[in-house]
């Protein structure tokens, strides 16, 4: 199989475009979640090697929460939303309509409230994903891991059966009305060998 890295431009654009669609589907869903106005940026796409994905998000490796859902129907494998503690944080106030500051730890409501828009947005990107492919995937029950990235990575890609080999990262900012700074975030997507094949073919564009 051809290495996903060897990608040219125009097939990256493709993967690109449809994510885009996909972000502003999470941007809707997560103004209306909120109540407040978010605009999104054009997604950042890198495909890496699993080793090297927990490098995007610094050295030496920061907290973050992730919510965690498998992707299941026609193509499987993980999908992953990743946001650095803070921006977490920051999500947990906005979603439960609170004083920016106010969120200090992941309790239960706060977690509840992480998983709940976690579904919602990994959904967008999925359903993106499913138009493009024309293919049925589902997203599994969200989970939630709140670790270094480095260990979040591996928990991500534990029993997976073979070690998958590549990752889609879309790394999107969310800028919230009335806030100077972004609401940054990234969506990975670990597909297992079939989907993976599935998705260079779909983007062989002729």
Same mark, same amino acid.
């Given at each position: 199989? *051809?290495?996903?890295? *060897? &990608?040219?431009a125009?097939?990256l654009?493709? %993967?690109r475009e449809?994510e885009s669609?996909g972000?502003?589907?999470?941007a809707t869903a997560?103004?209306?979640? !909120?109540n407040?106005?978010? #605009?999104?940026?054009?997604p950042?796409? !890198?495909?890496?090697?699993l080793?090297?994905?927990?490098?995007?998000?610094?050295?030496p490796p =920061?907290v973050?929460a992730?919510? &965690?859902?498998?992707m299941?129907?026609?193509?499987?494998?993980?999908?992953?939303?990743v946001?650095p503690?803070?921006a977490?944080k /920051?999500l947990?106030d906005l979603? %439960? /309509? /609170?004083?920016?500051? !106010?969120t !200090?730890?992941?309790? +239960?409501l706060e977690?509840s409230s992480?998983k709940? +828009?976690?579904?919602i947005?990994?959904?967008?990107?999925?359903?993106a994903?499913?138009s493009? #492919?024309g293919?049925l995937l &589902?997203?599994?029950? =969200?989970s939630?891991?709140?670790d &270094?990235? $480095?260990?979040?990575i591996? $928990?991500?890609c534990?029993?997976f059966g073979t070690?998958?080999d590549?990752?889609?990262?879309?790394?999107t900012?969310f800028q919230v009305e009335?806030?100077?700074e972004?609401l940054?975030?990234?969506?990975l997507l670990v =597909? *297992?060998?079939a989907?993976?094949r599935a998705?260079?073919? +779909?983007?062989? %564009?002729t």
């Open positions: 199989m *051809d290495d996903i890295r *060897d &990608l040219k125009l097939q654009d493709a %993967l449809v669609i972000a502003g589907h999470a997560l103004s209306q979640m !909120t407040r106005r978010i #605009m999104i940026s054009v950042q796409i !890198t495909v890496s090697r080793e090297d994905v927990a490098g995007l998000f610094g050295y =920061p973050v992730a919510i &965690l859902l498998h299941m129907g026609d193509l499987t494998g993980r999908t992953l939303l946001f503690e803070a977490a /920051r947990c979603l %439960l /309509r /609170r004083t920016p500051g !106010t !200090t730890e992941f309790g +239960a977690q992480l709940e +828009a976690g579904n947005l990994c959904g967008a990107f999925m359903s994903l499913s493009f #492919m293919m &589902l997203p599994s029950v =969200p939630l891991l709140v &270094l990235s $480095s260990a979040v591996t $928990s991500a534990l029993d070690e998958p590549y990752v889609l990262c879309v790394e900012q009335a806030e100077a972004a940054r975030g990234h969506f =597909p *297992d060998f989907a993976l998705i260079l073919q +779909a983007v062989r %564009l």
